[in-house]
């Protein structure tokens, strides 16, 4: 039977809630368990690799300080593969355990496993466990169990206890779940985790694209909510974005710059959006209002108008104004557009008997 474990008086508890010992700042903490949760072939192991590299000198993963230390990965995929990622990115400091059975364990198997990274802890001073992919390695054949999910999983608070961070990537559940509830299996899963990523694309799965959204939920304040991420051309550091507005904001600026570089006159958000390049997808107009709100929060973009029905938000480029006034007919095209809102506004306002 398990041993019973003491409790305490809760003046005694020890407050480190601003003292949280990171491993990769707001997302790998020792004393906590990690959930990575991707599509398949998205990307989850990339990210570890790249973090394992990080993890030999230290230095910083996207942004976020990353501290040295050594890692032991738990993974579904052969030395073939995990080669040429060590050739490209060096992680000596990383001791691998490539399909290390047969077939689906047993929970006995689990729990030698388990206490083989315990001996190398105490042997090399291990700081990371990484599980990829949990459902490879998970112990029985039923996900949605809790009982069976916890089972396996309340072993790891042996490994937390002992200071390590311990990482578990996850496939996603089928359809399209709620923020915070992709990992596949039973709920108790995301319960007993601390930290909870989700990655995602950007763009459609079928495109181009290696930008990757992370949304994150956490125990810490310090965990970034959201944060895209791209992977550069030599597969070996990630570009940030910031966050998800920021990332749709700059993916989409220099198409509303391209309307406004060639107006003539303040433009409305209609006037934008009838203007708009044949060459790119239309915008919806709450995306449009989102995108010159930021413009004009950065000083991208003037702003004028009230934002009445009758005298509409309207845009123009900084210096923009001083241009079009060297233009002979440009006071013509200023009153013109004067006139057609003001006349807007007096139809706005009469009151027409009813018939």
């Known amino acids: 039977m398990p041993e019973l474990v003491e409790g305490c008086w809760a003046d005694n508890l020890v407050d480190n809630k601003d003292d949280v010992p990171w491993l990769w700042e707001g997302y790998l903490a020792r004393g ?3 959930l990575l949760t991707s599509q398949w072939k998205s990307g989850k192991t990339t990210l570890v690799s790249i973090l394992l590299s990080r993890l030999t000198q230290g230095g910083k993963l996207a942004d976020l300080e990353v501290k040295r230390g050594r890692a032991v990965v738990i993974s579904e995929e052969s030395p073939a593969l995990w080669s040429p990622r060590h050739r490209l990115l060096r992680f000596p400091n990383a001791y691998l355990f490539c399909r290390p059975f047969a077939r689906k364990p047993s929970m006995e198997q689990w ?8 001996r190398l802890r105490q042997e090399h001073g291990i700081d990371l466990l990484v599980v990829d992919t949990l459902a490879t390695f998970l112990p029985g054949r039923n996900e949605a169990s809790a009982g069976m999910m916890l089972e396996a999983l309340l072993p790891l608070q042996q490994l937390t206890a002992l200071g390590m961070a311990v990482l578990l990537n996850c496939h996603p559940r089928k359809g399209e779940p709620l923020p915070g509830q992709a990992a596949r299996g039973s709920g108790a899963l995301t319960g007993f985790v601390d930290i909870i990523m989700e990655m995602s694309w950007c763009a459609r799965a079928e495109d181009d694209d290696r930008r990757r959204k992370i949304l994150a939920f956490s125990r810490h304040d310090r965990t970034p909510r ?12 990630y570009l940030v974005h910031g966050s998800f507005e920021d990332d749709e904001f700059l993916q989409n600026w220099d198409k509303v710059k391209l309307v406004l570089a060639h107006a003539q006159t303040w433009r409305s958000r209609l006037q934008i959006m009838a203007e708009w390049s044949t060459e790119f997808p239309k915008p919806s107009e709450t995306n449009l209002r989102r995108w010159l709100q930021r413009a004009v929060a950065l000083g991208l973009v ?54």
Not at 308 to 330: H, V
């Open 32 to 34: 906590n368990v990690t």
């Open 111 to 118: 729990l030698q496993l388990l206490e083989r990274v315990s």
């Open 226 to 237: 959201q944060r895209v991420i791209e992977l550069n051309a030599e597969g070996t550091d």
């Open 302 to 355: 003037l702003e004028q108008g009230t934002g009445m029905k009758t005298d509409p938000f309207r845009y123009a480029l900084p210096g923009q104004e001083d241009e079009w006034r060297k233009d002979p007919l440009y006071e013509l095209r200023r009153q013109l557009d004067e006139s057609t809102r003001m006349a807007n506004e007096m139809i706005g306002k009469s009151k027409w008997p009813a018939a």
